[in-house]
């Protein structure tokens, strides 16, 4: 069992920036490709990020390619997601998890956090 908890949320204006970590309990964290999903009141959830297990590969969203970027410490079993020239449509619950493939899909992952909201005021 892998146990998720984001921090770092908080509310920021148009423009600023924010830096969510995702801290996991589990001593194979290096194991497992993570990820970051968004949710926003009455959408479905949505990627955002992904990370392989060494951190050699990522995967963007196009929606945030160029002003979000993962990253992750295997030695401190965490997960980052760096937010910059945030945007009101950014505002939602962000949410990290872990699964065995990078990949889009919220199926494709195994374990989930219990979020973190961002809200962004124009």
């Known amino acids: 069992q892998v146990q998720l908890v984001e921090s770092g949320g908080g509310l920021v204006q148009a423009g600023g920036s924010l830096r969510l970590s995702c801290a996991a309990s589990?001593?194979?964290?290096?194991?497992?490709?993570m990820g970051w999903f968004r949710q926003a009141p009455g959408k479905e959830r949505e990627f955002v990020a992904a990370?392989?297990?060494?951190?050699?590969?990522?995967s963007h969203a196009d929606s945030v390619k160029g002003r979000f970027t993962i990253a992750r410490d295997n030695a401190e079993n965490t997960v980052f997601l760096q937010m910059n020239s945030l945007k009101p449509e950014d505002t939602a619950v962000y949410y990290c998890?872990?699964?065995?493939?990078?990949?889009?899909?919220?199926?494709?992952?195994?374990?989930w956090g219990q979020g973190t909201q961002v809200t962004v005021s124009s």
């Open positions: 998890a872990a699964g065995p493939t990078i990949s889009s899909s919220v199926a494709s992952y195994q374990y």
């Open positions: 589990t001593r194979t964290f290096s194991s497992y490709v």
């Open positions: 990370i392989s297990w060494s951190g050699a590969t990522t």
